[in-house]
């Protein structure tokens, strides 16, 4: 069974720190590329940050580059987004998503997360 479960979302001051987590299973985590996603109330889900497979390349979104961090654990099938300097523009519900192929020239394949909130308010 695949799963995502996301974790570390909530209240948080501007200016503060979270850490959100994304604990994976059913799958060959270490050959898939992951990501994290967000959504705010009303607007289209956006790409945050993006990690290859091997942790090797990050891309970051320009609203959030220099003040979030992802990284990845392949040992243990975890993949993180270090959060810092929120601002309240920041407040959306979080998504980890799993992106794989099965072999070359063929589709790939995501797998998505419920979700975690994070509320960036004073």
């Known amino acids: 069974q695949v799963q995502l479960v996301e974790s570390g ?4 001051q501007p200016g503060g720190s979270l850490r959100l987590s994304c604990a994976a299973s059913g ?3 270490s050959t898939y590329a992951m990501s994290w996603y967000r959504q705010a109330p009303g607007k289209e889900r956006e790409l945050v940050a993006v990690i290859a497979s091997a942790g ?3 891309n970051y979104a320009d609203s959030v580059k220099g003040r979030f961090t992802i990284s990845r654990d392949n ?10 300097s929120l601002k309240p ?5 979080y998504y ?4 794989g192929r099965a072999g070359p ?3 790939t394949y995501d797998y998505w ?7 960036v308010s004073s």
Do not use: H, I, W
């Open 27 to 29: 799958f060959t985590f």
């Open 96 to 99: 980890c998503k799993a992106r």
């Open 89 to 93: 523009e920041d407040t959306a519900v």
């Open 75 to 84: 040992a243990k099938n975890m993949v993180y987004l270090q959060m810092n």
């Open 113 to 119: 997360g419920q979700g975690t909130q994070v509320t």
């Open 9 to 12: 979302g909530g209240l948080v």
């Open 56 to 58: 090797g390349s990050t």
């Open 105 to 107: 020239l063929l589709p």
